[in-house]
Nanobody, 116 residues
Framework: QVQLVESGGGLVQPGGSLRLSCAAS????????MRWFRQAPGKEREFVAS????????DYADSVKGRFTISRDNAKNSVDLQMNSLKPEDTAVYRC?????????WGQGTQVTVSS
């Protein structure tokens, strides 16, 4: 059974940092690109970052470039999102994701709130 479990969210002041983690199980993690998405209240879900399964190439939304870093550890079946210089507009539920055979798999999400 595929499982994605996010952790690491919380309340942080503007300019602060958080590190999110996504623990994966039930599939061959190293075979799949992984992605992070987020959704703020009243807004559509948006892509945040992705990392390939092979060479570790990364892609980021323009809104987080230079502030967020995605990484993966295939030995631990985990994908992380290091978030620095956080802004109030980064407040959202963050979820990890992968696509297999045309089907999207999602974790339950972790709340990130950036507020003073």
């Amino acid at each position: 059974q595929v499982q994605l479990v996010e952790s690491g969210g919380g309340l942080v002041q503007p300019g602060g940092s958080l590190r999110l983690s996504c623990a994966a199980s039930g599939f061959t993690f190293s075979n799949y690109p992984m992605r992070w998405f987020r959704q703020a209240p009243g807004k559509e879900r948006e892509f945040v970052a992705s990392i390939t399964s092979t060479d570790g190439s990364r892609d980021y939304a323009d809104s987080v470039k230079g502030r967020f870093t995605i990484s993966r550890d295939n030995a631990k079946n985990s994908v992380d999102l290091q978030m620095n210089s956080l802004k109030p507009e980064d407040t959202a539920v963050y979820r990890c994701n992968f696509l297999r055979w045309g089907l999207n798999y999602w974790g339950q999400g972790t709340q990130v709130t950036v507020s003073s």
